[in-house]
C-alpha cells in the first residue's frame, strides 16, 4: 500500500474550451505533457488519466497511457479521481489538473513530501507568492493564508489577509491547485456533503478545513502557466516548446 498515484481527471465538455485536454499543443495533445511530466516525479509510481470520453481514452492510450473509465455526472475532478482511487492499492493519490502542461516533477514531489513525513496528515496542496496587484485582486486567483506550521487557516477569491497598515510585511500567497491526498481520505472526502463556506466561495478545499481536517500548504517558487482558455493556449504555443 505504498505506492503513490497520480490521477489526470479530465472531461471533455467545458464551458470556455470545449476539447480542452485534446487541443494541440508542440505536435501533442495538452494532456500528454502533463502526464509525460507526472512521470518524471521520482516518487510517483503510476500515472492514470480518468475520463469519462471515448475521444480522450483513445488519445491517451494512443500515446501509451493508463486510463481508468469514470461516470460522467461527476462535479468536480476530485469526484472523479476518488472513483478511479476507489479501485486502487495506494497509499498517497496527487490529483493533477489536466491543463497544466508545465508543471514541474519537482512541484509534484513538493506536494507529496509532508504525507511521506507525516502518515497523519490527511492532504497537503501548493502555494507560491503574489507578484502583482492585479493577482491579488482578481478573484480567479485564489489566496491561502497559513498558521507558523504552514497549515491551511483559509482560502479565499478576496485578497486575504487584509492589510490594515502599510508597510506590515506580510507576503500573499495564491493557491497552486495541485493536491495529493492520503487514499483512505480522499475517499471519504468524496462523501461529505458541500458545506457553507466552500458554496459561497465555490472552493472545495474549504470543506476539509470546515470538517476540522489539516491541509499542509508547501510555497514553491512560482506558478507554472496553466491553459484555461483558448486564448492562453496560443500564448504558450507562440512562447515556443517548453
Known sequence: MSEIVAIIPARYASTRFPGKPLADLWGKPLIQHVWERARCAESVGRVLIATDDERIAGAARGFGAEVVMTR??????????????????????????????????????????????????????????????????????????????????????????????????????????????????LLAFAQLPPTPLEQAEKLEQLRALEHGHRIRVVPVDHLSPGVDTPEELERLRAAGAG
Not at 123 to 139: D, G, H, K, Q, R
Open 72 to 185: 460522467a455526472d461527476h462535479p468536480s475532478g476530485t469526484d472523479r479521481i476518488a472513483e478511479a482511487a476507489a479501485g486502487l492499492e495506494a497509499e498517497i493519490v496527487v490529483n493533477l489538473q489536466g491543463d497544466e502542461p508545465l508543471i514541474e516533477p519537482a512541484a509534484i514531489e513538493a506536494a507529496v513530501r509532508p504525507l511521506q513525513e507525516d502518515p497523519a496528515l490527511p492532504m497537503s496542496t501548493l502555494c507560491c507568492p503574489i507578484e502583482t496587484l492585479e493577482e491579488l485582486a482578481n478573484p480567479n486567483v485564489v489566496k491561502v493564508v497559513c498558521d507558523r506550521r504552514g497549515y491551511a487557516l483559509y482560502f479565499s477569491r478576496l485578497p486575504i489577509p487584509f492589510v490594515r497598515d502599510k508597510g506590515a510585511g506580510v507576503e500573499r500567497f495564491r493557491h497552486i491547485g495541485l493536491y495529493a491526498y492520503r487514499r483512505d481520505f
